[in-house]
């Protein structure tokens, strides 16, 4: 296993965040959905190739960004070189704003470029690496890309509904629940921070496996 070193790059909230989470209580079978990730990212670095990973669920508005943005994230955190992360949808609607706040919370730098019903978000976790565009697109939109690439269903729906991704060199299921279910709840931000720091602490696994 690769061992984390400080990024001084990174955001120093999202740091703290990173340095908190705990790869321990991640369970062996759920460890062995997440190895055909690992495998993906391994053998592309090996041959010091592209690794392009699209996170697609149906919506492309929560599970999909927060898997985007937190392997992005991870990738720099450990340092592995060439990494570009997507997200996108069988269908586009719009990023939750609870999400860009789950996020900011946990550090993210996040500014609204455009403001209508599918905004556009730049998300940077880091002062001199480019910002994650975050907007909801369908996994086939122009800003996604066409070839070699890993397509992760992070949602069961987008999972059934996708049995072929066009162009994707390996289609991975890695299902995530919806914090959907408790939008307008007392419990919203609470769930939602749940979520995504689940999904930060399977990343954080995922990458933590990669010898570069």
């Keep these: 296993m690769k061992k984390t070193t400080t990024k001084p790059f990174l955001f120093s909230e999202i740091e703290e965040v990173i340095k908190s989470l705990n790869p321990k209580t991640i369970s062996e079978e759920r460890k062995t959905v997440l190895h055909p990730l690992s495998d993906f990212i391994q053998s592309k670095s090996s041959k010091n190739q592209e690794i392009r990973i699209n996170f697609i669920c149906t919506h492309?508005?929560?599970?999909?960004?927060?898997?985007?943005?937190w392997a992005q994230t991870m990738a720099n955190y450990f340092n592995i070189k060439n990494v570009v992360c997507y997200s996108g949808g069988t269908e586009a609607t719009a990023l939750f704003p609870?999400?860009?706040?789950?996020?900011?919370?946990?550090?993210?730098?996040?500014k609204t470029i455009s403001k209508n019903e599918n905004p556009i978000y730049s998300i940077k976790y880091s002062d001199n690496e480019h910002p994650i565009i975050g907007f909801s697109k369908k996994l086939?939109?122009?800003?996604n890309p066409k070839s070699e690439f890993a397509a992760i269903m992070t949602c069961d729906s987008a999972n059934e509904a996708?049995?072929?991704?066009?162009?994707?060199?390996?289609?991975i299921p890695i299902t995530f629940e919806d914090p959907k279910a408790f939008?307008?709840?007392?419990?919203?931000?609470?769930?939602?921070?749940?979520k995504s720091l689940q999904i930060a602490t399977e990343m954080f696994y995922v990458f933590?496996?990669?010898n570069s």
């Design 60 to 69: 492309n508005s929560r599970r999909s960004h927060l898997s985007q943005v």
């Design 98 to 110: 609870m999400v860009a706040e789950t996020l900011r919370n946990s550090g993210f730098q996040i």
């Design 140 to 143: 086939d939109a122009d800003f």
């Design 162 to 171: 996708c049995p072929f991704v066009p162009g994707a060199e390996k289609r």
């Design 183 to 194: 939008d307008n709840t007392p419990q919203q931000a609470e769930k939602y921070t749940e």
């Design 208 to 210: 933590s496996q990669i």
